[in-house]
């Protein structure tokens, strides 16, 4: 028997997952979870790392023995080490306003045409580069101490063991990373006045780094949207996928990037995958509009849980009104459900009033947006879709499964719920030589986890919302 423990973090929370794998047959349990509540700190929103780390050691002691040890984490944020290898300070969130038009500023510097030409990812605020855009020009005394970055996941590994390496998947969601040749981009890295030297070796998804108490640390799928897709069930021919949690990743997998113009204006990013193919795909908020609306419901007084908010949705009248998650108004925490009143009272809609209806009106702009970034991806792709594969946490919204199916007007397969753990296992058995491949840990998910099928039904109805819906997003 092997046994393997994968730390999977998101934004908020976290958890160890210890896999069994012996036979043939793969078991796992949840042996810890813990809350990942960032602080704000010195005029910064930061993840508190200590408190983490301290998490991370409770799951090690908890797990009892095993063979190997990794992590996986939403991209783009990073620690920065000085000279001796210390932590300069805790990482800051990429929800922080520090890089409020960065954007800007860096298309001044190297054009946006060619700054994806290079990278091939989606110019978002948030991404690594404009966060070290931020950090050059304010906080110059930080920027003269940093002389290594390392990833979240490269980061808690380093913490562990004392490893310091770079896992490509993690290092693709930078805007820094050479979409061709996997290496880092001389181009960019000049243009910004980023020194090499800063980065850790590149090691690619599956590579042993170190060693913790007998155990080896492995560098899985650092960006927990490849981990989910590594345990995509051995997927269909003209299948497209659809990582669901906090955010939503909607794509599919090639062998070459899109580096395109007609590429970079449809906001489509090209992410290194596990398995070595490019994970090409749309970011879209996603379950964070549903997470944060309840945790303003809870600051105004009422508790709901994510069942009961479903349940009004479902009181709700259907196809009412509908937002643009992608709205900047949309990315910083707050009062969602007040801005999506002022949304739909500025666009000239029904203003939802209701816990439901507030809750009703997300579900489905969530849908009718899978169905704008899946036509988008046709489109550059040239692929006719023959369904959509939901994967992860996502999985057990099954109002959203239901009307992503009506909505696209194609089959939807949902499941495996744990998608991330389960990819970041299958990783590790790779790495240790109990799998031969991920192909071959795909058809053993496909084997053993439950999905579930949803048909399209009312598409009548959803085509007629689309057409409205496209114009709101105009």
């Keep these: 028997m092997k046994r393997v423990l994968a730390f999977d973090f998101g934004a908020s929370s976290g958890r160890a997952i210890l896999g069994a794998y012996e036979g043939g047959r793969l078991t796992y349990k949840e042996v810890h979870r813990f809350e990942n509540n960032p602080r704000e700190q010195d005029g910064h929103l930061r993840w508190n ?21 990794a992590f996986d984490t939403w991209g783009v944020d990073f620690g920065l080490l000085d000279e001796e290898g210390n932590l300069l300070e805790d990482p800051v969130h990429y929800r922080d306003s520090r890089t409020d038009g960065m954007t ?30 931020a950090v050059q020009k304010q906080q110059p005394e930080l920027w003269a101490k940093a002389r290594q970055l390392l990833f979240m996941p490269d980061l808690f590994a380093y913490a562990l063991c004392g490893a310091r390496a770079c896992e490509t998947t993690i290092a693709s969601t930078s805007q820094m990373l050479d979409a061709r040749t996997g290496c880092w981009s001389k181009t960019v890295l000049d243009a910004f006045s980023v020194p090499e030297s800063l980065f850790a070796p590149a090691v690619p998804s599956g590579t042993v780094v170190g060693e913790y108490k007998g155990a080896k640390v492995i560098a899985a799928a650092g960006h927990d949207t490849q981990c989910a897709v590594a345990a995509l069930p051995a997927p269909q021919p003209g299948a497209a996928f659809l990582s669901c949690g906090t955010w939503s ?31 090409y795909l749309k970011n879209i908020i996603g379950l964070w509009l549903i997470q944060e609306s309840r945790r303003q419901w809870k600051r105004e007084g009422t508790a709901y849980s994510f069942s009961e908010l479903e349940e009004l949705a479902l009181q709700a009248e259907p196809l009412r009104s509908f937002i643009d998650p992608d709205a900047p108004e949309f990315t910083p925490p707050g009062d969602i459900p007040g801005r999506v009143r002022e949304f739909c009272r500025r666009t000239g809609q029904p203003v939802p009033e209701t816990v439901g209806q507030v809750v009703r009106c997300l579900y489905e702009s969530l849908a009718l947006k899978y169905r704008f970034a899946l036509e988008q991806l046709g489109r550059a792709t040239g ?59 795909r058809a053993l998910i496909a084997r053993t986890e439950p999905v579930q099928r949803y048909e399209p039904e009312q598409t009548a109805l959803w085509n007629r919302a689309y057409e409205t819906y496209k114009t709101i997003l105009n």
């Design 49 to 69: 790392f200590a408190d983490l780390m301290n998490n991370v050691r409770l799951g090690i002691e908890k797990a009892g023995s095993f063979d190997s040890i």
């Design 249 to 279: 990743l909607l794509g599919c997998e090639l062998d070459e990037p899109i580096l395109t113009e007609e590429s970079r204006t449809l906001a489509l990013s090209n992410e290194r995958g596990a398995n070595g193919k490019v994970n």
């Design 383 to 441: 692929q006719n879709f023959s369904c959509l594969h939901i994967i992860g946490g996502g999985t057990q919204a099954k109002l959203l499964c239901r009307m992503t199916a009506d909505s696209i007007g194609l089959p939807v397969v949902a499941g495996p719920i744990e998608a991330t753990a389960l990819g970041n296992i299958l990783i590790q058995l790779v790495a240790l030589d109990e799998l031969k491949n991920l192909d071959e840990g």
């Design 104 to 133: 800007g500023q860096a298309k001044k510097i190297l054009p946006a045409a060619d700054l994806y030409a290079a990278t091939g990812c989606q110019i978002m605020g948030i991404n690594t580069l404009f966060q070290l855009m």
